[in-house]
């Protein structure tokens, strides 16, 4: 019975033995699909964030078309305007402000007192220089006594040569000390006319750099004590880029504009150029004269020039900030059809200040770069940013 019975208990355990291979097997799948659905994943986001990086490493530009311009343009250049006469007053003597008669924007005349000084180290010098004078007329006199009489002695032979020579040279150095003396007290008297201090032309005083009592050194070392100017009429000067330089004329008619008053516009005109290019920046320096009489516009202010000047009607224009400048001359960056950067050198034949008339480079259609980067090479690909939306389109 024992042995009939043992190999049916055999056979009894072989399924359970197939079953945990089965089931091995089925956890080692479901682990290794897990671990492939997980390798995948990272190999998708990976590829992704390669893909992003890709595209975001492409620069954004915004770009846009040349304008055309037309026979006559407008140079736009900033401008400094002074006074015609502006003069810095200084003390010819030294000593101490006594009385002070003006102050800043009071209108003043030509040689009107502007204030006085005490010179008290002046007027003893010039009292001693009196004395000096009356020393040396005494001895002049005496030498030139002597010396006559020398001379009739030496007539008659009653002394000799030598000792008529010596009298008749002590009198010529006696006379010339008392030019000497006359010229120093003549001097000191100058010194004390300068105790009233002067304006040297008609105008407005713009500066008050002295009070009573201040102690004045007298030379342009000196403190600035006042300073003058003449504001009927106004100078601008402004320096015209060498493109332009040819075509300015003496006598044309421009107009200034201030910022805080847009709106308005000054007449000025052209008085005279340096006519020679500055070396260091190429420019024409040019001067304008404006009327101030009406005393509308204030010397130290900034303007904007404006001045006609003739254009092509085949230019094409583009704003400054368009423009790259590097060793191959002024370029600009534009994009072709398949978004990739084409650098072009361009020729720049009028400056409108805020704009650039180019005659040659490039054409109406172009896609021009606004603001390119300096890192913007050949070839490159760029991705241009879309045009933002207008007002009402947006609406």
Aim: aromatic share 4%.
């Amino acid at each position: 019975m024992n042995a009939d019975h043992q190999p049916g208990s055999s056979a009894l355990k072989m399924p359970n033995h197939s079953s945990s291979k089965r089931l091995l097997v089925i956890v080692a799948a479901i682990a290794l699909l897990v671990a492939a659905v997980g390798i995948f994943s990272r190999l998708r986001a990976h590829s992704r964030l390669a893909d992003l990086t890709a595209v975001e490493a492409i620069t954004t530009v915004a770009v846009m078309s040349p304008t055309p311009g037309g026979a006559e343009g407008e140079l736009i250049l900033p401008g400094d305007m002074q006074a015609l006469k502006d003069a810095p007053i200084y003390a010819r003597t030294s000593g101490y402000v006594k009385t002070r008669l003006v102050d800043i924007g009071d209108q003043v005349k030509a040689g009107q007192v502007l204030a006085e000084l005490d010179t008290p180290e002046v007027d003893q010098q010039m009292q001693q220089a009196a004395a000096d004078l009356a020393t040396a007329q005494a001895n002049a006199s005496l030498a030139q006594a002597t010396a006559k009489r020398w001379s009739d002695l030496r007539a008659t032979d009653a002394v000799s040569p030598q000792e008529a020579d010596e009298k008749i040279g002590d009198a010529a150095a006696k006379a010339a000390l008392l030019n000497a003396a006359k010229a120093n007290l003549q001097r000191l008297r100058e010194l004390q006319g300068f105790k009233r201090i002067t304006a040297p032309f008609a105008g407005v005083v713009t500066a008050r750099n002295t009070d009573v009592g201040a102690l004045i050194s007298a030379g342009g070392s000196g403190l600035e004590l006042f300073r003058v100017a003449d504001v009927q009429t106004l100078r601008i000067y402004i320096n015209v880029p060498q493109a332009n330089a040819r075509d300015i004329k003496v006598g044309t008619e421009a107009t200034l504009q201030l910022i805080e008053r847009p709106d308005q516009t000054f007449p000025a005109k052209i008085v005279r150029t340096a006519r020679a290019l500055d070396s260091t920046s190429r420019s024409l320096r040019v001067e304008l004269n404006l009327d101030n009489r009406t005393v509308k516009l204030l010397p130290g202010a900034f303007v904007r020039v404006h001045l006609p000047v003739p254009t092509g009607a085949t230019q094409l224009r583009l704003p400054v900030n368009t423009l790259i400048f590097r060793k191959e001359g002024p370029q600009v960056a534009a994009v072709d059809a398949n978004s990739q950067v084409q650098l072009k050198t361009v020729a720049i034949v009028q400056d409108f200040g805020n704009e650039f008339a180019i005659g040659s480079g490039i054409t109406p259609q172009d896609r021009i770069i606004i603001n390119p980067p300096d890192s913007l090479v050949q070839g490159q690909t760029v991705r241009i940013a879309a045009p933002p939306l207008k007002a009402d389109a947006a609406k």
